[in-house]
């Protein structure tokens, strides 16, 4: 049974930085495209970063240059370092695994606050 788990959410100031977690059990983790959303109430799941098997990378046009996403096959994690932040970065994160249409899973989430 895949698992994935989220952590390092918290509350930071405008202008911090927080580095999320994001670890898969039960899968060949190297196969797998790794992605990090995020949710605010009213709004829909956005996009904040992407990473290939082959470690290509891809973000939302609003953290460009802020968060930089990475992946350490040996620890089966992918992080997402958050820099600068702003009150507009508050929401619940949430880390998501892709191989195939079917193949699919999601965590839990781990919310985020910027808040002086």
């Known amino acids: 049974q895949v698992q994935v788990v989220e952590s390092g959410g918290g509350l930071a100031q405008p202008g911090g930085s927080l580095r999320l977690s994001c670890t898969a059990f039960g899968s060949i983790f190297s196969l797998y495209s790794m992605g990090w959303y995020r949710e605010v109430p009213g709004k829909q799941r956005e996009l904040v970063a992407h990473?290939?098997?082959?470690?290509?990378?891809d973000y939302g046009d609003s953290v460009k240059g802020r968060f930089t996403i990475s992946r350490d096959n040996a620890k089966n994690t992918v992080y997402l370092q958050m820099n600068n932040l702003e009150p507009g970065d508050t929401a619940v994160y949430y880390c998501?695994?892709?191989?195939?249409?079917?193949?699919?899973?999601w965590g839990k989430g781990t919310l985020v606050t910027v808040s002086s």
């Open positions: 998501r695994m892709r191989r195939s249409v079917r193949m699919v899973y």
């Open positions: 990473i290939t098997s082959n470690f290509e990378t």
